[in-house]
């Protein structure tokens, strides 16, 4: 047999490879909700003694999509925007905001402009996921910089955004609306 000189750290890079393997095929049979043969092998299937197999999922442990926060109702909705405020207020704010300027405007009351908090809760909600290791490596920083911040803070801060009327001293929400609606939106026969 020959001897072959391997570094220690691809013995470590071969375990953490497989471990994320396994926690995608963890989460495939879960999202299929069904047994799950792989070519890596079977994903262990996950019960306890008290779980009741022939009875009805409970839905709590249905995995969820991220919500929008524009279509919930009270109270999720003000749950959602209290945790995102706290976000905002504790940690874009004072780590990524300089001084508003005509090129970089916000508002203080950003929570009173419904566009202003859907970007902001997309931004959160991929914050949350890119500042795992678990889901994203230790690149999710930096994607998140480059994939969402940036384009985020683009759009809201520009002369045509939604805080397009506010100032230092002075708060305007501007709503627009379409002038006409697009023919996709309407229905047949309107």
Same mark, same amino acid.
């Given at each position: 047999?020959?001897? =072959?000189?391997?570094?220690? @750290?691809? =013995?470590?890079?071969?375990? #953490? $490879? %497989?471990?994320?393997?396994?926690?995608?095929?963890?989460?495939?049979?879960?999202?299929?909700?069904?047994? =799950?043969? +792989?070519?890596?092998?079977?994903?262990?299937?996950?019960?306890? !003694?008290?779980?009741? /197999?022939? @009875?009805?999922?409970?839905?709590?442990?249905?995995? %969820?999509?991220? *919500? =929008? $926060?524009?279509?919930?109702? +009270?109270?999720?909705?003000?749950?959602?925007?209290? !945790?995102?405020?706290?976000?905002?207020?504790?940690?874009?704010?004072? @780590?990524?905001?300089?001084?508003? +300027? !005509?090129?970089?405007?916000?508002?203080?009351?950003?929570?009173?402009?419904?566009?202003? $908090? !859907?970007?902001?809760?997309?931004?959160?909600?991929?914050?949350?996921?890119?500042?795992?290791?678990?889901?994203?490596?230790?690149? @999710?920083?930096?994607?998140?910089?480059?994939?969402?911040? #940036?384009?985020?803070?683009?759009?809201?801060?520009?002369?045509?955004?939604?805080?397009?009327?506010?100032? %230092?001293?002075?708060?305007?929400?501007?709503?627009?609306? *379409?002038? /006409?609606?697009?023919?996709?939106?309407?229905?047949?026969?309107?």
């Amino acid at each position: 047999m020959p001897d =072959f000189d391997v570094p220690v @750290g691809m =013995f470590q890079d071969v375990e #953490d $490879i %497989k471990a994320r393997v396994a926690r995608l095929e963890a989460l495939v049979q879960t999202l299929a909700g069904g047994e =799950f043969d +792989s070519e890596v092998g079977e994903a262990p299937e996950e019960t306890t !003694a008290d779980e009741d /197999t022939d @009875g009805p999922a409970d839905p709590e442990d249905d995995w %969820k999509y991220p *919500p =929008f $926060i524009l279509l919930l109702d +009270s109270p999720e909705y003000d749950d959602e925007l209290r !945790a995102l405020t706290e976000w905002v207020e504790g940690v874009l704010v004072p @780590g990524y905001l300089a001084s508003p +300027s !005509a090129d970089a405007r916000w508002c203080h009351l950003w929570w009173e402009h419904p566009v202003a $908090i !859907a970007r902001l809760h997309a931004l959160w909600l991929a914050w949350q996921e890119c500042t795992d290791p678990a889901s994203c490596g230790y690149t @999710g920083p930096s994607v998140w910089h480059r994939d969402h911040l #940036d384009p985020c803070m683009r759009e809201l801060r520009s002369s045509t955004g939604p805080f397009q009327g506010c100032t %230092k001293t002075e708060h305007q929400v501007a709503h627009r609306m *379409p002038s /006409t609606v697009p023919s996709a939106w309407r229905q047949e026969g309107s």
